[in-house]
């Protein structure tokens, strides 16, 4: 069951900040984030685990609300490189059902 | 360095035909995925393997299959292409032993066209 991404499309200007959401109605064992360019391939961000365990990017954050099963990318002081689509992947606890997507979020970061 | 690499990048077949899209990578992955990537619908899962003999099917796995007869490989069949079949397929391979738990890796991936 794919993961619910929020939201669709976002638009800034460079320097803004932004928050994309991912929520899940199972119980999830672990959630990524890609983010995906035009025409290339998902390129890994971030994994939060369930025990709090954080492992990512610099200049990129996230959180994950172990109650609400929900995780949120933080993109702050936004540069015209993180235009792109975001992606976040989820397993399910018990890890029967693979690494499952969204739909994606759309960024475009504009001068 | 290690790599993942899809082949062909882009096929064109008829409809009916059997098609194999190849994914190999050289990291010894016991993860291998497979996707494909339509506007509006995001990434679907399609089959993956969490080690040799071991295959799974995912969201959208009716029209295909996959084997893993070693670590390197998972190459997926369309065993009767279909036009709803034209797509990107993505290949994606992690360490992890029976998660998603770690980092995954994609391929280039591969433009299929059903006419």
């Known amino acids: 069951q794919q993961p619910v991404q929020s939201p669709q499309a976002v638009i800034l200007r460079e320097g803004e900040d932004a928050v994309i959401n991912c929520s899940s109605s199972?119980?999830?064992?672990?959630v990524h984030w890609y983010r995906q360019k035009h025409g290339e391939a998902p390129v890994f961000l971030m994994i939060?685990?369930?025990?709090?365990e954080q492992k990512g990017h610099d200049k990129i954050s996230a959180s994950f609300n172990e109650k609400k099963q929900q995780s949120s990318l933080y993109l702050t002081a936004s540069q015209l490189s993180y235009s792109g689509t975001y992606f976040c992947?989820?397993?399910?606890?018990?890890?029967?059902?693979?690494?499952?997507f969204g739909k994606g979020t759309h960024l475009i970061i504009q001068p | 360095d290690a790599e993942i690499t899809q082949s062909p990048r882009h096929k064109i077949t008829e409809t009916g035909r059997q098609v194999t899209l190849a994914c190999h990578q050289t990291w010894n992955h016991n993860n291998m995925f497979w996707y494909r990537q339509d506007l509006g619908h995001g990434l679907r899962l399609i089959h993956y393997s969490y080690g040799v003999q071991d295959t799974n099917k995912g969201e959208v796995s009716d029209g295909y299959s996959v084997s893993r007869s070693n670590t390197e490989d998972l190459p997926l069949t369309l065993e009767s292409a279909a036009s709803s079949q034209t797509s990107v397929y993505f290949c994606?391979?992690?360490?992890?032993?029976?998660?998603?738990?770690?980092?995954?890796?994609f391929g280039q991936g591969t433009r299929l066209t059903v006419v």
């Open positions: 939060l685990l369930t025990g709090g």
């Open positions: 199972k119980a999830l064992y672990s």
């Open positions: 992947g989820t397993e399910l606890r018990g890890g029967a059902d693979g690494l499952t």
């Open positions: 994606a391979s992690s360490e992890s032993s029976r998660s998603a738990r770690t980092e995954a890796f």
